[in-house]
């Protein structure tokens, strides 16, 4: 069983910034693949960005030059710095853990989520 703790949410200003961590269990935190995903309300969870256990990136369109994901492996956490805010990021952001297991498969958790507000 993997947790997964997100912080660091809040209200910003439009153009403001805010940076996520999830904090993660378990103590073979480098292979997982990480993810921020984010869900506003009446909208489908939507991918945001994703980070490999090897460190590939992968951002959604809408966060390309804005966002960046990392990872502190030796602190078990992962990061969403987000730059640039709008109102249409505003959504709870929920972090996600893509695990291995000894049988080639994949095991998904998931955070609880953090309010992120974007407004004037």
């Known amino acids: 069983q993997v947790q997964l703790v997100e912080s660091w949410g809040g209200l910003v200003q439009p153009g403001g910034s805010l940076r996520l961590s999830c904090a993660a269990s378990?103590?073979?935190?480098?292979?997982?693949?990480m993810g921020w995903y984010r869900q506003a309300p009446g909208k489908q969870r939507e991918l945001v960005a994703a980070?490999?256990?090897?460190?590939?990136?992968n951002y959604a369109d809408s966060a390309k030059g804005r966002f960046t994901i990392s990872r502190d492996n030796a602190k078990n956490t992962v990061y969403l710095q987000m730059n640039s805010l709008k109102p249409e990021d505003t959504a709870v952001y929920l972090c996600?853990?893509?695990?291995?297991?000894?049988?080639?498969?994949?095991?998904?958790?998931w955070g609880q989520g953090t309010q992120v507000t974007v407004s004037s």
């Open positions: 996600n853990a893509a695990v291995p297991t000894a049988w080639g498969t994949r095991v998904v958790y």
């Open positions: 378990g103590s073979i935190f480098s292979i997982y693949d």
């Open positions: 980070i490999t256990g090897r460190g590939s990136t």
